[in-house]
DNA sequence: GGATCAACTATACGGTTGTTCAACAAAGAG
DNA sequence: CTCTTTGTTGAACAACCGTATAGTTGATCC
């Protein structure tokens, strides 16, 4: 009967692997950010949001760097790995067009979130450096999926450049849709990737 | 001789007119904001920089928001008056194309102030009403210009979806020379651009 | 030369910031 | 069972945030 009357248990905390807690507060502070931008990353809107005291950041991260280091690595994964294996007879760079507009990556909240990165990566030096690193790789991937289509349509083009500027496009796209989805819905969006595309490498 | 012995002069202030201020406020916010994004974006480091006391930004705009709209609102003002006429026989596509590169407009720090007031637009309904006022008289122009070289071409497009994409190209190529400008110079991206429009409307 | 007005300073205010730290609770090892 | 480890709390900290406000300075007008 003492065990009955006593308050509900209601674990006072609930305890879980680094990696796991890790992964729940980027979450939270992926959700902090997409409503409210860098002005929303805080502290305290994060804690509060995954429900965990103040001190856990710092423990799982260090720093509010840390988390923020964090955070640009869950997104730049989720949109990597939005490309799923090429159907036979599909073309790479038709998948990779797909995951760039995906439901999943190419929408508001994502973008923000992606927007406010951008501009922390334009002055902290650090995430800037990470962001390279990441950037060759992706660069790689497109560069070779464009020459892929290229080479098959017998155009000679120079893959590295025109990757390089389909990004840009789709980054500029991204943050149209971002400010204003209606003017830029992931269809029009993509049709305007093709546009630049197809004239260069032929149709895919 | 109790003149001579007096401390120096030293104009406890000088005085401006309203909109020199003005002007001189946005300056050193603009200076703090390409220098360290929205962090740097605050009533301190701005009034530090601009030699003032901390009560001038509320005097002179209210609050720090209406300082942010200022500022939004110099950077506009600066990306379109980088246009100059069209000399004869030169097409106004041309001429705005060069203004979207110059060098004033397309550099490290004005890219910076430009990702962060982007930022905030993805977060401030305010702001993003003035942004989409902006952007609809933006988009005339390029479309306009757009419109005259398919024309003169005896190209038919659609002049609007193409100017979208356009702008949308240009502030891509924009990130991307803020996060690493020796990758995208201001050539090279000017040369994107062209690589996107002239297979739609043709040479220009 | 005194009144008036706007530009400006300087301080104070409550609230929020990121980080530190000692104490605590739960799980696993021996 | 005890000991160790580690995820977690919660309070404390100094520093900084934006805004409000009372008072000072300098120019202008009559």
Same sequence: chains 1, 2.
């Avoid at 950037?135 to 390089?164: C, F, K, M, S, T």
């Avoid at 209606?182 to 990737?193: D, I, L, N, T």
Wanted: glycine residues 6%; contains cysteine.
């Amino acid at each position: 009967m003492s065990e009955a009357d006593l308050p509900p248990p209601a674990a006072r905390f609930t305890r879980m692997s680094a990696p796991e807690r890790r992964a729940e507060l980027v979450a939270a502070a992926l959700a902090c950010m997409a409503r409210g931008g860098i002005q929303d990353f805080t502290v305290d809107r994060i804690c509060a949001k995954a429900g965990v005291s103040r001190g856990l950041i710092t423990h799982h991260f260090g720093s509010m760097n840390g988390l923020l280091a964090a955070v640009y690595g869950a997104m730049y994964s989720a949109a990597t790995e939005a490309a799923r294996a090429p159907a036979p007879g599909e073309s790479r760079l038709s998948v990779l067009l797909d995951a760039f507009f995906a439901p999943a990556v190419f929408n508001r909240s994502a973008l923000t979130v992606w927007l406010t990165l951008w501009g922390q990566i334009a002055v902290n030096a650090e995430l800037r450096a990470a962001h390279r690193a990441h950037y060759a790789r992706y660069l790689d991937d497109v560069a070779l999926a464009i020459n892929e289509v290229a080479a098959a349509n017998g155009r000679v083009v120079d893959p590295e450049a025109l990757a390089r500027t389909t990004i840009c496009l789709v980054d500029g796209l991204g943050i149209q849709h971002c400010v204003d989805p209606a003017s830029m819905p992931a269809r029009r969006a993509k049709a305007a990737c093709r546009r630049l595309l197809v004239p260069q490498i032929g149709r895919f």
